[in-house]
């Protein structure tokens, strides 16, 4: 089964600066999906960006970009610029490529600071 | 676009009552997923819908929940008779196939049990 971890249960960042939240995930298959979702006070899950395993370049979205390691497992959320909008609660989430279920992480909790 | 629809918002009910919830997914998304989150913790997935058809109920704690999906558009979720740990938000989703890795969410369910 596919496990995904986030090890920083709370991040803080001051405003314009740049923050990286971590995420690790553990599969045995060489073809999936790896997504950042936000989920602000209000619950909604709101996609932030997603990486396609098989592509090597890092997707990006605007000030949102992911370092993606494949063989170390890694996917890395950087949000440059950050803005107090940005404060929410960040999930990890792995699909395989059949399009099953979404596996998540425990989330990390960023505060931006004015 | 309308979103995902669901309701109600907040529900307190007191242990081994049944409670209802009732999600309406984006017009024309065949596939339609339940996720329960608890209180700091990750989404993780209960059931999921093709069509009127369930895909997946592996997590699901079939004793006690109960979800259908009548003519393959809006959703039901039950639980009777609801439990102290049943409290936690729960959310739907739908995407247009399976396979088709982006979801869309509603604001969810938040339901404490008494």
């Known amino acids: 089964a596919q496990t995904v971890t986030q090890s920083q249960p709370e991040m803080s960042v001051q405003e314009a600066e740049t923050v990286t939240l971590s995420c690790t995930y553990d599969?045995?298959?060489?073809?999936?999906?790896l997504f950042w979702y936000k989920q602000p006070p209000s619950r909604q899950m709101i996609l932030v960006i997603r990486?396609?395993?098989?592509?090597?370049q890092n997707a990006t979205e605007n000030r949102f970009s992911v370092n993606f390691q494949k063989a170390a497992k890694s996917f890395s959320l950087k949000i440059s610029d950050s803005q107090l909008g940005d404060a929410a609660m960040y999930f990890c989430?792995?699909?395989?490529?059949?399009?099953?279920?979404?596996?998540f992480g425990e989330g990390t909790q960023l505060t931006v600071n004015p | 676009e309308a979103g995902v629809a669901q309701s109600p918002r907040y529900k307190i009910i007191e242990k081994r009552q049944s409670v209802a919830f009732w999600c309406n997914p984006i017009?024309?998304?065949?596939?339609l997923y339940w996720y329960q989150q608890i209180l700091g913790q990750g989404p993780k997935l209960l059931i999921q819908?093709?069509?009127?058809?369930?895909?997946?109920d592996s997590q699901l704690p079939k004793d006690r929940f109960s979800a259908e999906r009548l003519k393959g558009v809006d959703s039901t979720l039950k639980i009777q008779p609801a439990k102290l740990e049943d409290s936690a938000v729960y959310l739907c989703?739908?995407?247009?196939?399976?396979?088709?890795?982006?979801?869309?969410f509603g604001a969810g369910s938040r339901l404490t049990v008494l």
């Open positions: 990486q396609e395993a098989y592509k090597q």
């Open positions: 819908f093709q069509n009127n058809g369930v895909v997946d």
């Open positions: 989703a739908s995407s247009p196939r399976p396979g088709a890795n982006v979801l869309t």
């Open positions: 989430a792995y699909q395989s490529a059949s399009g099953s279920r979404l596996t």
């Open positions: 599969t045995s298959e060489s073809d999936y999906y």
């Open positions: 017009s024309g998304h065949a596939t």
